[in-house]
């Protein structure tokens, strides 16, 4: 079955350290990945997507992703992170085989202390 | 980006009665909207897809004739959850994909409707 899974649930680190949220999907044929950000009270957005290309991807705010095949991941970085930066993180993959039914994890709590 | 706007953002009703929410891409055509469920601190659950003008196509274990979906034309969705009870509030948050996206299946999302059922 499809599925993509998000190794932390909730993350708490302080301003200027950086950041890794793990991402892994079980999704086959060729497959679209995305991250998505949801400020609190905002909606949904894009951070960055990768189609296809060069596998690491740069987004919006100093966000970055390495899409590996091999290891069926897209993790999402950033070198430094900011107290504007506390979201709810959400990986999500689809692929036009599936008619592009976007299947999400459950999403990464990121708490920045200032 | 594109807009994609819900409405109401919030709706409380009794228990029996039924909600109708609007999904509409305000400023493209969506081609393809769909409705997701997301359960306090967890992922977004699909619900269904709907294509424009036809019937919708729902995920295993979504009832059909308890979510109606119309997709009526190329910037309106709706979603009404028929004879409501308190297990089915919840946050519903709808999705679009335009013609832009057909390569990459990008989503535009509401802001999402908060549903609670008295």
């Known amino acids: 079955a499809q599925s993509v899974s998000q190794h932390n649930h909730h993350v708490i680190l302080s301003e200027a350290a950086s950041l890794e949220l793990g991402c892994n999907y079980s999704y086959g044929g060729t497959v679209n990945l995305f991250w998505y950000v949801q400020y609190p009270g905002q909606h949904l957005q894009l951070l960055l997507k990768y189609f296809s290309g060069d596998p690491l991807v740069k987004g919006i705010k100093g966000f970055e992703a390495e899409f590996i095949k091999s290891k069926f991941s897209f993790n999402l970085r950033k070198p430094s992170v900011q107290w504007s930066d506390t979201a709810e993180y959400f990986c999500a993959v689809n692929a036009r085989t599936g008619g592009f039914k976007t299947i999400f994890g459950a999403g990464t709590r990121l708490f920045v202390k200032a | 980006g594109a807009v994609v706007s819900q409405h109401p953002s919030w709706v409380i009703c009794k228990s029996g009665t039924s909600v109708k929410i609007e999904c509409r891409s305000l400023?493209?055509?969506?081609?393809?909207m769909f409705w997701y469920r997301q359960f306090p601190k967890q992922s977004l659950m699909l619900m269904a897809t709907s294509n424009e003008g036809s019937k919708a196509t729902y995920e295993q274990g979504v009832e059909k004739d308890k979510f109606l979906i119309n997709h009526a034309s190329l910037t309106l969705s709706t979603l009404t959850v028929t004879s409501a009870h308190p297990e089915d509030s919840s946050f519903y948050i709808c999705?679009?994909?335009?013609?832009?996206?057909?390569?990459?299946?990008?989503?535009?999302f509401g802001e999402g409707s908060r549903l609670t059922v008295l």
């Open positions: 999705s679009a994909r335009g013609r832009g996206s057909t390569n990459t299946g990008e989503l535009f």
């Open positions: 400023d493209f055509q969506a081609t393809t």
